[in-house]
């Protein structure tokens, strides 16, 4: 009895060692209905409370579906204003939070340490035609740069994913941060939660709907995780980030220049001198 009971308990170790391990990096300009960055970005905004409740709901509904698709370990990393926008309280059960800063260079990640990525609440890069509340890193950047190849927040972290041999999965933000998840990664499965249909108003789907259509987006990707190849970039690497011009004090735009002989090193001389 005790050799059947070992045998058992021997199994469900290693079913639960076979789950997926998934990564769930979230920001909050990408969560639906989130367009007005006066009053839904940052604490003390009108709205603030909203888009925070909003962004849990779709990320806890990412959380529901890796599970249904067998995921042993979900992480999710609050990625939105210094990762002061999520509360352990709020999130789901079976989900670990990470927060604090400085975010290390290595995006909390090690090798293969995950299966898979998860964006949720991701927006397109600055200068994006058509995307809501585009940027990367902060509206004063023009432009960020990995050996030429034009990247956003969402590209640099399927960068250093790709270093430690973890592929980009899954996205949900606006239309415009769905098509470029697809230009890095097209297998991706990806959830436009909204659109732009004007200068800055969006088109957004319901929270309800917005939530069923990202669970079932995250079980089919975290299903098929292990068919998903990583983005590698070859060393040596050379990230450029180009500011716009900040007159009076600079009229002029400028470049800073980080290299590295991997992307991890590049970014480590980033992040080394903020």
């Known amino acids: 009895m005790l050799r059947l009971i070992a045998g058992w308990l021997l199994l469900s170790m290693c079913c639960v060692a076979q789950g997926q391990r998934i990564l769930i990096v979230t920001d909050l300009e990408g969560a639906g209905g989130v367009n007005d960055a006066d009053e839904q970005l940052l604490p003390g905004q009108r709205r603030y409370v909203e888009s925070q409740r909003i962004l849990t709901g779709e990320v806890n509904a990412a959380v529901e579906g890796a599970l249904a698709a067998g995921a042993a370990e979900i992480a999710i990393w609050d990625g939105h204003d210094g990762s002061r926008t999520l509360s352990i309280e709020s999130i789901h059960e079976k989900a670990r939070l990470i927060q604090g800063k400085p975010t290390p260079a290595n995006y909390y990640m090690s090798d293969h340490a995950y299966d898979g990525v998860i964006f949720i609440g991701q927006h397109p890069k600055a200068g994006t035609k058509g995307g809501v509340l585009a940027h990367t890193q902060s509206f004063s950047v023009r432009r960020i740069t990995i050996n030429g190849q034009e990247v956003g927040e969402l590209g640099q972290v399927a960068a250093i994913a790709g270093h430690f041999g973890i592929p980009v999965i899954m996205l949900a933000g606006d239309e415009a941060a769905c098509a470029e998840m697809k230009e890095l990664q097209p297998q991706a499965v990806t959830v436009a939660v909204k659109r732009l249909v004007g200068k800055s108003s969006t088109s957004s789907v319901s929270h309800a709907e917005a939530r069923t259509l990202i669970r079932r987006a995250a079980q089919t990707a975290v299903s098929r995780a292990r068919e998903y190849a990583p983005w590698k970039i070859a060393g040596p690497v ?17 470049s800073v220049s980080y290299k590295g002989a991997t992307v991890l090193e590049a970014y480590e001389s980033w992040l080394g001198k903020l």
């Not at 050379?238 to 400028?254: C, D, G, N, S």
């Open 238 to 254: 050379e990230m450029i980030i180009e500011y716009l011009p900040q007159p009076p004090q600079q009229p002029t735009a400028r």
